[in-house]
């Protein structure tokens, strides 16, 4: 089932975005695509499993390996805001889908990365220590990033994210809880599950990357199905945007590990992670901190999922078709 879902990821993906496009017309009267409060119960579960998931040597290799994760984390959250923040500008986007292009540009990488630099031939360690870093700094970053990004923006796109503020706080302190409580409390809950039961740690590896892929299908199709009303008029200068900054973040990803002077299998690793965001957790975030704006907000990090999951798995597929040496520094990493 596993090789299933994630051979055929994109696939079920489209299947089941335009099950949720047209499910209206399929003249059924419960609509399972439209409860957004169930969005961050998915990316909860979801980070509880890949906790669960991660072995005891990934975070030994953090802090081995920290100035080349470090660096590869630093190349992530500079090299996507600006590309956002850069295109979206380009473009002459505004307010909502201004905000959710900025979104693209600072979450951490996703999970598929692991998976596709496996694929890729990469040095699938490095790639998950990657993931782990940036995820666990998320609720520091996002904030940050978002912070540093409105002071470039128009007035008009400010005032979209203000809005997003309320009693419990401003848009930046309301991000960093969400963050702590879905990404890095779960993500520590299931590695400290994965420590107290050892022996389940092969099914928790089969299990975590089921309900991993499970729940960025169902995220991303309840925001096509809560924004169902606004797709047909979205411009096609969005998808440009979007395809943009994803293949511009590849290069800046492998441009990156060329200056770290990283062994190919790395450039690889860190390549497929800068360009593959999570852009699920940005969907997510974004349907629960602007609730008092429309749903197109979260209508650009969906739509990013399809590209990176596109662009992504040819790289990986065309990398693997070529042998790549192993350096002295890399033999004996997982690739």
């Known amino acids: 089932m596993t090789k299933l879902i994630q051979r055929f990821l994109l696939i079920w993906l489209s299947l089941l975005s335009l099950a949720a496009y047209f499910w209206p017309r399929f003249g059924v009267a419960f609509d399972p695509f439209i409860h957004k ?12 499993g890949v906790g669960w998931m991660l072995p005891i040597d990934e975070i030994k290799k953090v802090a081995s390996r920290w100035p080349t994760i470090l ?3 630093l190349t992530q959250f500079l090299v996507m805001p600006m590309l956002a923040l850069g295109f979206g500008m380009l473009f002459g986007f505004q307010k909502e889908t201004m905000v959710g292009i900025i979104l693209v540009g600072c979450v951490p990488g996703a999970m598929a990365s692991n998976v596709l630099t496996i694929v890729s031939r990469g040095n699938a360690s490095y790639s998950v220590s990657l993931t782990t ?9 996002v904030p940050a990033m978002l912070a540093a990004t409105a002071i470039f923006v128009d007035p008009a796109t400010v005032e979209v994210l203000d809005s997003a503020s309320d009693d419990s706080g401003s848009i930046y302190l309301r991000s960093a809880i969400n963050l702590l409580m879905w990404v890095v409390i779960p993500v520590l809950l299931g590695f400290a599950m994965g420590r107290i039961l050892p022996q389940f740690e092969s099914q928790a590896k089969t299990i975590g990357s089921n309900v991993a892929n499970l729940a960025i299908l169902l995220i991303i199709a309840t925001v096509v199905g809560l924004s ?9 200068a969005l998808f440009t945007c979007l395809l943009l900054i994803n293949v511009l973040g590849y290069a800046g990803g492998f441009t990156g590990g060329s200056l770290m002077k ?3 299998p790395m450039k690889r690793a860190l390549t497929l992670e800068v360009g593959m965001q999570n852009a699920g957790l940005g969907a997510t975030l974004a349907s629960a901190l602007f609730t008092h704006s429309d749903s197109t907000v979260a209508v650009a990090p969906a739509f990013y999922t399809f590209f990176c999951m596109f662009t992504g798995t040819i790289l990986a597929w065309y990398w693997s078709s070529r042998q790549v040496e192993q350096e002295a520094s890399d033999k004996g990493s997982p690739v």
């Open 262 to 264: 990283l062994p190919h």
């Open 37 to 48: 409060q169930l969005l961050p119960y998915l990316i909860i579960v979801t980070m509880f």
């Open 228 to 236: 169902r009303d606004k797709l047909a008029d979205l411009p096609i």
């Open 71 to 73: 660096g590869g984390t």
């Open 133 to 141: 870093l940036a995820t666990i700094l998320s609720p520091i970053a």
